[in-house]
């Protein structure tokens, strides 16, 4: 086809449009130029800036094509009902910007700036795996987040928040918000906190950030991580700039010869509920954690993820009550009320206090105060009291499923750890394996779940490992019908298939 064929079928296509509208001018309406009639039933004033952003849109979505001819001025606007003035203005702009294109006699045309729809920003959070259950560790049930708790105290907080509050705030925090921490903090982990020496942070993962960065500025460049462990400790302070050196656990906590014999200053612990093996440290390791801080002049950097969930027995109290000069204790409310708060806290000894507050001061000048507020009032009138106890009777149920269910499809299956947290540790019979052949069924199966070696540091000369198939089980985010259903899934899918 020729350049006058393809320009001919183009005008014919608008044309038709034209005519169209020819004989129903009055009803205001052509597939031509529908595009454009919303703007045309803007208020007067705004009609023209209306119409020119209609227009503009049009040609960048497509609905325009390059090379489609417009009607002339005087056509679309007796055609839209509008002065031709606001269609002359509209057109010159857009021709200005590149959108159209004009010549004496030849017309206007949708120019060569028009493009295809401007590209979707692309969704990279982390989701769930599995599309029959995800038993991966580490996500909260988000549906129990209180909305209708949560907007009241907003609307609260915005009526009477004091203008000035809207500023930049402490970047320690807002002190309504650490004092109301504080007592939380005192009353259920047993710490010892100072109102003033609590830092609002953007999560855990903030808080190790922040002491990574201060850990480098006093010219240490290791810090000791436990081995299994979170991965995300040893890449947190890799950023930093410290390297992470893994240190092997026994069934009291981290190994107090390995610890020694490291060199290290300082190391990362979870001692109320051990990620991801479930151990609690023991009373005694505990004390060899604060004489080794001690005899180094070190520090323990308390992880207390999850430390409010305990189903048989009160909560173990944090580390940090023990030696508040010794331990710095970081926690959030993740696993309570929803990640994407990203809300956290950090209560840090008196010889860092004044380094950690200068770097959360220079890498955002302090959390959002609008959340602080609303957080404060949700601590104050005891609904985060009443959310962690909402969280805590379901989560226990959900424990106590997955753990008949595993007994039930999995005869011979052991469950390790305390009763506590959002997952277990499940160790399977040596016939459901190896490892790996179980591992690929179950996936095959719509079914994801990972092996505690996806935990575990790499260690010249490892020690002997377990027999059996060794899972890290996280049940938080599913309900009892899913966990029950994921299991049989998952037996089914090892039941039959040859090795």
């Known amino acids: 086809m020729t350049s006058s ?36 039933a803007a208020p007067a004033r705004a009609r023209g800036r209306s119409l020119r952003e209609a227009l503009r849109e049009a040609v960048r979505s497509g609905r325009l094509a390059p090379g489609t001819r ?15 003035g606001l269609i002359t203005e509209a057109y010159e702009q857009l021709t200005a910007e590149g959108y159209l294109r004009s010549g004496r006699g030849a017309g206007t045309w949708v120019g060569g700036a028009a493009r295809s729809a401007p590209p979707r920003a692309r969704d990279l959070a982390p989701r769930p795996a599995g599309d029959r259950a995800g038993f991966v560790p580490g996500s909260p049930d988000v549906s129990l987040f209180p909305r209708a708790a949560w907007a009241a105290a907003q609307r609260a907080v915005l009526t009477g928040l004091p203008h000035d509050e809207l500023g930049y705030p402490d970047p320690r925090g807002l002190p309504r918000l650490r004092t109301a921490l504080a007592a939380l903090l005192a009353r259920r982990r047993g710490v010892v906190a100072d109102p003033e020496r609590i830092v609002v942070l953007s999560g ?22 436990e081995d299994p462990g979170s991965p995300q400790h040893a890449a947190l302070y890799a950023a930093a700039g410290v390297r992470a050196v893994p240190l092997p656990l026994d069934d009291e906590g981290p190994a107090p010869g390995p610890l020694r014999a490291s060199g290290v200053r300082c190391v990362v612990t979870t001692p109320a509920h051990q990620f991801p093996t479930g151990i609690a440290c023991s ?18 950097l308390e992880d207390d993820y999850d430390g409010d969930f305990r189903y048989d027995r009160a909560p173990v109290g944090a580390l940090q009550g023990l030696d508040p000069e ?10 309570s009320l929803a990640p994407g708060l ?39 009138r005891g609904d985060y009291n009443r959310q962690l106890r909402r969280c805590q009777r379901a ?42 052949w179980f591992l690929a069924r179950v996936a095959a199966a719509g079914v994801a779940v990972q ?16 027999a059996g198939v060794r899972l890290v089980l996280g049940y938080a985010h599913l309900p009892p019908a899913r966990i029950r259903a994921g299991v049989r899934v998952m037996a089914q899918a090892v039941a039959v298939a040859p090795r």
């Open 5 to 40: 064929e393809t320009n001919s079928a183009r005008d014919t296509a608008w044309d038709a449009g034209s005519s169209a509208a020819d004989g129903s001018r009055r009803a205001g309406s052509s597939a031509a130029w529908e595009v454009l009639l919303p703007a045309v």
């Open 70 to 84: 417009l009607p002339s001025s005087r056509d679309l606007a007796a055609d839209l009902g509008v002065s031709r």
């Open 204 to 225: 855990v993962s903030q808080a190790m950030a922040v002491l990574g960065l201060v850990l480098h500025a006093r010219g240490i460049r290791e810090v000791g991580v």
């Open 283 to 300: 009373a005694r390791r505990r004390a060899e954690l604060l004489d080794w801080a001690r005899s180094v002049d070190g520090f323990v």
């Open 326 to 335: 010794r331990v710095a204790y970081a926690g959030s409310v993740s696993k």
């Open 342 to 380: 990203r809300l956290g806290w950090l209560l840090v000894p008196e010889a860092l206090a004044e380094e950690v507050v200068e770097r959360k001061r220079t890498l955002d000048l302090g959390h959002p105060t609008l959340d602080q507020a609303v957080f404060a009032r949700f601590v104050e």
């Open 395 to 436: 989560y226990r149920e959900r424990r106590d499923t997955l753990v008949a269910a595993l007994d039930e499809h999995f005869p011979g299956a052991r469950v390790t750890g305390i009763a506590a947290g959002l997952h277990v540790i499940a160790t399977l019979p040596e016939r459901y394996g190896p490892e790996e």
């Open 451 to 466: 092996p505690l070696t996806h935990y575990t540091h790499a260690r010249a000369g490892g020690g002997e490992e377990e």
